[in-house]
């Protein structure tokens, strides 16, 4: 059995969720059950579905995990691109926070491209 503890996208995405959490601290309190609730679900995903995936059998289940954490990358780089068309992501913050999806998004696509080549 997998451990996605041992997974280093798994280990940078649970840092991405930290991150979240702290700038979307920093949000409009109107956005408590808007944006900020849909940002950190969609942060929260990435590594959840990892780990899930890390569970199931086979390589193809897993790889229909990777593909939902990548959606949830993506959807997250959308709500961020959102609040910060808004003004609510500081630009030091947002650089920060792009480059480390970026990383995740990157991570994500190479353990998928490495288990479609094993199956």
Same mark, same amino acid.
Request: overall charge positive; aromatic content about 10%; hydrophobic content about 40%.
């Given at each position: 059995?997998? /451990?996605?503890? /041992?997974? /280093?996208?798994?280990? &940078?995405?649970?840092?991405?969720?930290?991150i979240?959490?702290?700038?979307?601290?920093?949000?409009?309190?109107?956005?408590?059950? &808007? !944006? *900020?609730?849909?940002?950190?679900? +969609?942060? %929260? +995903? %990435?590594?959840? #579905?990892i780990? @899930?995936?890390? +569970?199931?059998?086979?390589?193809?289940?897993?790889?229909?995990? !990777? @593909? *939902?954490? *990548? &959606?949830?990358?993506?959807?997250? @780089?959308?709500?961020?691109?959102?609040? @910060?068309?808004? &003004?609510?992501?500081?630009?030091? #913050?947002?650089?920060? %926070?792009?480059?480390?999806?970026?990383?995740?998004?990157?991570?994500? #696509? +190479?353990?998928?491209?490495? %288990?479609?080549?094993? *199956?």
């Open positions: 059995m997998r /451990n996605f503890r /041992n997974y /280093n996208v798994w280990v &940078g995405s649970m840092d991405l969720v930290k979240v959490y702290q700038i979307t601290s920093e949000f409009p309190p109107s956005e408590k059950f &808007g !944006l *900020i609730s849909q940002v950190r679900r +969609s942060a %929260i +995903s %990435i590594p959840s #579905n780990a @899930e995936g890390t +569970s199931r059998r086979s390589e193809r289940e897993f790889l229909r995990f !990777l @593909e *939902i954490s *990548i &959606g949830s990358a993506f959807e997250l @780089e959308t709500q961020l691109l959102v609040a @910060e068309g808004l &003004g609510y992501l500081k630009k030091e #913050n947002s650089n920060m %926070i792009f480059n480390h999806l970026g990383i995740v998004q990157k991570q994500l #696509n +190479s353990l998928q491209v490495k %288990i479609l080549h094993n *199956i």
